[in-house]
């Protein structure tokens, strides 16, 4: 059996080796789209002010402070979050307005600096806890995000494409009249894809980080784990849609079903705190979703193993029931 | 007579609009070459299919030495389907070097290279063969498990005559190493320099099975008169003579050649483009179904 799936691994590992432009595709997007929206969007951030409510929704009319102009007032229930956005800056101030009003403010930060100010006029008496952080460049938050995408394609177009192809060419009836069982068969495509997104992701990362310099405040080897099970979770599900049909159209537009709510949804450029609650609960259906919470958290926050546990949990039983789901209904030829 | 190696016992297949193949039984003895004619649509490839293990049948079974189809069946049988591709991006010998790591045993990828004459072609990537050097390479692939039987899915269809026949003498030469080998064709010729028994097949069922010699002598004692279609006269058609008629010619079948060139004089049928010859598989195919073949 393990020779039967080296063969194919490694023959599977040769096709795509030798595809050249979509190696080279591969490789070159994420890279072009990262320098390119560093640049985007590294110029001067807008004249707004954002400041962070301690509270589960926002009631503007609880407070005279909540009517102040050109500032966003986010709602924040998690104490522990929320002054965690404080110190990277993702937020200008922390106010909790329930009596005796209390507020804290990054002292590294010239925009906390002046809507402190702006509280001090509404609410004189309020309690100061100062926090000290420096700001989280976009390209930090952006980064995994896009190796989450680069990752989400390679596993759902690789995958699904290359099994619809091998159908529809005759391939797998062919492989079916050997001793290859779909398992096997199977095992081979989503070890090889994963193998081959692990060395590209890894090359990515090491790569920009010498082009560009990113931050990350937790442990690689977690980073690691995430991307093998976020990588398994998102070959398998690609793996589902290619399990059974013949259709390049049909195929394609199951893919495009799914990936496009993922780019929109997940989290890839741009967090969806502001979006209503319903869609925030549909992004985390996604994979892509988990991994990006987990290595935003990881990178960003410095979590350790048990605040991504959930997320890693997530992957993993998604990954197993989507290739128990693709096993059994994967059709060798077209019928 | 060695003993069947292959029995097929009483098979349909049936799909929503049509039956494939309605009920049909035959055995194939070890070390026989065994061939499946009929035109498109005759149900051959699609019986051929079911003996791979590729089709279920509606009812009825296969067997191989006696036992149903099963893992010992994918390890002994070599197969080479009507239409395969192969995956991109390998060579000659890497696609060889994938499917035999799929099986426990068989031969090692350089002497299927050699048996098959692939030697200069063993670093070239696949999809720069050409149409008889792609059937060499898909053929050496299904010897690649030096297999007990090996199935030929019309093997020669789109291939020119000189790599026809070289993939004839490549057939041969598996024949003398007593491997079985189980064959679909519409081509009659092929099945007369290959085949030790053919079943003719048409509409899903077999409609005449031996060996090819004592097929044609069972059915034509006679030789043929062939004369071109447009040459032959609407009122010589009521002649008492037993008068078969293709798209381009007719043919008549005789055992008293004189007696019957008599009648056409007489009936003043010009006799110009006359031909005299020995029946064939194709005569016989029209003799039983009373259509020609369809390719």
Redesign the interface.
């Known amino acids: 059996m393990i020779?039967?799936l080296?063969?194919?691994l490694?023959?599977?590992n040769?096709?795509f080796l030798?595809?050249r432009s979509t190696l080279l595709f591969t490789l070159l997007l994420p890279v072009m789209l990262v320098i390119g929206l560093s640049f985007v969007f590294g110029g001067p951030e807008r004249p707004l002010f954002k400041v962070g409510v301690l509270s589960a929704r926002l009631d503007r009319e609880a407070h005279p402070f909540l009517h102040e102009r050109y500032v966003d007032f986010v709602a924040l229930p998690q104490e522990a979050v929320a002054l965690r956005k404080l110190t990277h800056q993702q937020v200008d101030l922390l106010v909790d307005l329930h009596a005796p009003v209390r507020y804290w403010v990054n002292t590294d930060s010239p925009k906390g600096y002046i809507v402190e100010k702006l509280l001090l006029a509404d609410v004189p008496g309020a309690a100061r806890q100062p926090v000290q952080g420096a700001a989280l460049r976009y390209i930090d938050w952006l980064f995994p995000g896009i190796l989450g995408m680069n990752m989400m394609f390679s596993c759902l177009f690789g995958v699904g494409y290359v099994v619809l192809r091998?159908r529809k060419?005759?391939?797998l009836?062919?492989?079916?009249?050997?001793?290859?069982s779909a398992f096997e068969f199977l095992s081979a495509q989503v070890l090889s894809r994963l193998t081959l997104i692990l060395v590209v992701t890894a090359i990515l990362y090491g790569g920009i980080a010498a082009i560009i310099g990113f931050h990350n405040a937790g442990s690689v080897l977690l980073l690691v784990l995430l991307a093998v099970l976020g990588a398994l979770s998102m070959i398998a599900l690609g793996l589902t849609i290619a399990a059974r049909f013949s259709s390049e159209e049909l195929v394609g537009g199951l893919l495009n079903l799914l990936t496009w709510p993922m780019m929109v949804l997940s989290g890839i450029w741009f967090s969806l705190e502001g979006a209503p609650r319903w869609v925030q609960w549909a992004a985390h259906v996604f994979p892509l979703t988990h991994v990006l919470d987990g290595a935003r958290a990881v990178m960003l926050d410095g979590a350790g193993l048990a605040q991504i546990a959930p997320n890693l949990l997530y992957l993993a039983v998604t990954a197993l029931a989507f290739l128990a789901f693709g096993a059994w209904s994967f059709r060798w030829?077209i019928e | 007579m060695s003993a069947a190696i292959l029995e097929v016992r009483e098979l349909v297949k049936q799909y929503p609009a049509t039956t494939a193949v309605a009920g049909v039984s035959f055995s194939v003895p070890e070390g026989s070459c065994f061939g499946l004619l009929g035109p498109n649509g005759a149900g051959k490839t699609t019986t051929i299919e079911i003996m791979?293990?590729?089709l279920p049948p509606t009812t009825g079974e296969v067997r191989y030495r006696g036992e149903p189809l099963g893992?010992r069946f994918?390890?002994e049988?070599g197969?080479l389907?009507q239409?395969?591709?192969?995956?991109?991006?390998?060579t000659v010998r890497?696609?060889l070097?994938?499917?035999?790591?799929?099986?426990?045993r068989g031969l090692e990828v350089e002497e299927v290279i050699r048996v098959c004459a692939l030697d200069k072609l063993a670093a070239r990537d696949t999809r720069k063969l050409s149409g008889g050097q792609q059937q060499r390479l898909l053929l050496a692939?299904a010897l690649v498990?030096d297999p007990a039987v090996l199935f030929l899915d019309e093997p020669t269809t789109g291939l020119d005559p000189q790599a026809r026949r070289n993939f004839w003498e490549l057939v041969q030469s598996i024949k003398a190493r007593r491997k079985t080998i189980i064959l679909t064709t519409h081509y009659m010729e092929e099945a007369e320099v290959l085949c030790d028994e053919i079943a003719i097949m048409d509409r899903g069922r077999i409609i005449a099975q031996g060996a090819p010699q004592r097929l044609l002598h069972q059915h034509f004692a006679e030789v043929l008169l062939e004369l071109p279609r447009q040459e032959f006269p609407a009122a010589a058609r009521a002649l008492p003579l037993n008068i078969i008629e293709a798209s381009d010619k007719v043919e008549i079948s005789t055992h008293d050649v004189e007696a019957t060139l008599r009648t056409l004089l007489a009936a003043q049928v010009p006799l110009t483009h006359l031909r005299i010859r020995p029946a064939n598989l194709e005569d016989l195919f029209l003799e039983l179904t009373g259509t020609e073949l369809r390719p």
């Open positions: 020779r039967r080296l063969s194919v490694h023959a599977r040769l096709e030798r595809d091998y060419s005759g391939f009836k062919r492989l079916h009249a050997t001793p290859l030829r | 791979e293990g590729i893992q994918r390890e049988a197969i389907f239409k395969t591709a192969l995956q991109d991006f390998l890497q696609c070097a994938l499917f035999r790591g799929l099986y426990a692939i498990n």
